[in-house]
């Protein structure tokens, strides 16, 4: 990491917390607050569904599962593309609850107050778990561009007791002042953010691989004739095809059940399912369009995965944690600069 990283990084923070001091001049009432005035758009929705659906550990694991299985590694984030569908129909569902919390909906469907503090406490615990895993992840991408501790006035501190909390306070600052409305305009900003994450390795992983196999002459697309020359051809498999593959046939099935029963319940998706939007069409169209554009962000992270395990599939550091090599390959391929913007995305996808 150079100054200019650090500059990268510092505007976008700066960004964000300006979003939200501009946000807070638009809320006149708790509604506004915590659902924007039902009043966001198809363009709004999308992007909030995509960046509430996007984490910064999806393109982490998928590296992962990928560098290690093959390209059947995808299904750790692609097994939802079969659950999108159904999208359709559950955006109506929270546009008519009417309501600002699925807490809510749990006291007034069984007029169960109970009923409804023991669904805060599952979203609590929900959170906990599923932020802790998005803060792991970008330890993990942060880890190999800044070391895994900081030296502050001669004690050596764990990068994560500095991560975490300076993330914190951005989210609470333009989340506090700005309600629904900031983390929306937000949303839409870190949307931009993640999409370039999903592509911006790719180029430069090509170029690497062309320079250290190919012959002089060979233009960026050769890249990819390299890719197959370097790996065996199951690595090319959508499905697990080995006995050791993490992804077969039936976990695929499985892990897609699993995922439809269980991703109505989650504490957001009454806002960015559909309960924020205008119209029930716009909240329909929001939820399908946010999720399937992460459909299309999944393959950039599987083939960004591919060519790192064609050029480091080697490496000592990545073959001791896989979960490294996106953070590894940021570090030896771009340039000054496009190394904060790659941290600042994977924030962008852990903040939204």
């Known amino acids: 990491m150079?100054?200019?990283?650090?500059i990268v990084l510092a505007a976008y923070f700066l960004g964000m917390m300006a979003i939200g001091y501009w946000a807070m001049r638009r809320v006149k009432a708790q509604e506004d607050y915590f659902m924007g005035g039902r009043a966001f758009g198809k363009v709004l929705q999308t992007f909030a569904a995509f960046g509430a659906g996007t984490g910064s550990s999806d393109p982490v694991n998928t590296a992962r599962t990928t560098f290690t299985s093959g390209m059947?590694?995808?299904?750790?984030t692609m097994s939802w593309l079969f659950v999108t569908p159904f999208y359709w129909f559950a955006g109506v569902w929270y546009r008519r609850m009417r309501?600002?919390?699925?807490?809510?909906?749990?006291?007034?469907r069984?007029?169960?107050?109970?009923?409804?503090?023991?669904?805060t406490l599952f979203g609590l615990l929900f959170y906990m778990v599923y932020g802790?895993?998005?803060?792991?992840?970008?330890?993990?991408?942060?880890a190999p561009l800044v070391g895994d501790s900081i030296v502050i006035g001669g004690n050596v501190i764990g990068m994560e007791y500095i991560l975490v909390p300076v993330i914190a306070l951005i989210v609470i600052v333009y989340g506090v002042l700005g309600g629904l409305t900031a983390a929306y305009w937000t949303d839409l900003v870190q949307g931009v953010f993640i999409i370039i994450l999903s592509v911006l390795l790719i180029p430069f992983g090509l170029h690497a691989l062309v320079v250290k196999f190919g012959a002089p002459g060979d233009g960026l697309l050769t890249g990819f004739r390299i890719i197959h020359e370097q790996l065996p051809a199951s690595m090319f498999t959508i499905t697990g095809a080995t006995s050791g593959s993490d992804f077969p046939l039936h976990r695929i099935v499985a892990v897609t059940l699993i995922s439809l029963i269980g991703v109505v319940v989650q504490p957001h998706f009454i806002a960015t399912g559909g309960g924020s939007a205008k119209t029930e069409f716009n909240a329909r169209v929001g939820l399908v369009a946010g999720n399937l554009a992460k459909r299309f962000c999944t393959i950039g992270w599987a083939l960004t995965a591919l060519i790192l395990v064609a050029l480091f599939a080697e490496s000592p550091e990545v073959l001791a944690d896989p979960d490294k090599a996106w953070g590894i390959a940021t570090r030896e391929l771009l340039w000054p600069g496009l190394r904060g913007l790659m941290l600042a995305?994977?924030?962008?996808?852990l903040m939204s």
């Not at 150079?2 to 650090?6: Q, R, V």
């Not at 059947?72 to 750790?76: K, L, P, T, V």
């Not at 309501?99 to 007034?108: I, S």
């Not at 802790?132 to 942060?142: E, R």
């Open 345 to 349: 995305c994977m924030l962008a996808a």
């Open 110 to 119: 069984y007029e169960s107050r109970a009923l409804g503090a023991a669904y």
């Open 72 to 76: 059947s590694g995808i299904w750790s």
């Open 2 to 6: 150079t100054l200019l990283d650090y």
């Open 132 to 142: 802790s895993m998005l803060f792991s992840a970008i330890g993990k991408v942060a």
């Open 99 to 108: 309501l600002m919390t699925l807490g809510d909906f749990f006291v007034e």
